[in-house]
């Protein structure tokens, strides 16, 4: 296969991406066709930790259009979208801007684990990524799948392979299975020529369900 067939990524993608096409590419042969099909574009990461963690919880369980609604009056109420001014924050307040019980709770824990140093966002280069999805599912609201998906999205880490992410499951399912149901263990199966770039592969299988870029 010529490296004439690669696509061209743009400046802003991890140093990683050429490398992790390249060799998805060279062993999968959906991604030979798939990666071509969407250049100029790839993974970017956004905003800070806290608010990227933030945002997450705010979009849970509704619509992403909803969810922007809601962030946009919530992001009004502070000051700075920072861990103290969200403290200070009154619960009717949030309410008002259209935040759940629960998820003022939330929020307020994940600014209580962000003040009280007990995330620690210097060490995560250093961390492996289990060891930070430990941390960040102590904080209510934050499951396995919010963690992955701000390993993927946030610290942009190469090889995160979501099992429970639906849009992953879809396109497994339709790129690689003629669109029957998989199985976690099928999905590790077809994913056991990814590594180490299961979350390269993981965008690209977005992307053939969805051209337009997620972020988070």
């Not at 629960?102 to 684990?113: F, I, M, Q, S, T």
């Not at 009280?116 to 609201?141: P, S």
């Not at 701000?150 to 399912?173: A, C, E, T, W, Y």
Request: hydrophobic residues 45%; contains cysteine.
């Amino acid at each position: 296969m010529g490296a004439a067939a690669l696509p061209d990524v743009g400046p802003d993608a991890p140093d990683y991406w050429m490398e992790a096409c390249r060799h998805l590419m060279k062993r999968d042969r959906v991604m030979k066709k798939l990666i071509p099909l969407h250049t100029g574009v790839s993974l970017q990461s956004r905003g800070d930790a806290f608010v990227t963690l933030a945002r997450s919880i705010v979009g849970q369980q509704i619509s992403v259009k909803a969810a922007q609604s809601v962030w946009d009056r919530f992001v009004l109420l502070p000051k700075k979208m920072v861990p103290a001014q969200v403290l200070k924050l009154k619960v009717d307040d949030m309410r008002a801007a259209g935040l759940s019980a629960r998820k003022v709770e939330y929020l307020v824990d994940l600014a209580l684990h962000f003040a009280n140093n007990q995330v620690h966002v210097k060490d995560w280069a250093g961390m492996d990524d289990e060891a930070i999805i430990t941390e960040l599912v102590a904080i209510r609201g934050i499951g396995r799948w919010t963690a992955e998906m701000f390993l993927i999205f946030h610290l942009m880490r190469p090889n995160v392979l979501p099992l429970d992410d639906v849009g992953l499951q879809n396109g497994i399912s339709r790129c690689y299975f003629s669109g029957e149901p998989v199985s976690r263990s099928e999905i590790r199966e077809v994913a056991s020529t990814w590594a180490p770039f299961s979350s390269v592969a993981t965008w690209y299988i977005w992307r053939s369900l969805d051209p337009a870029p997620v972020a988070y």
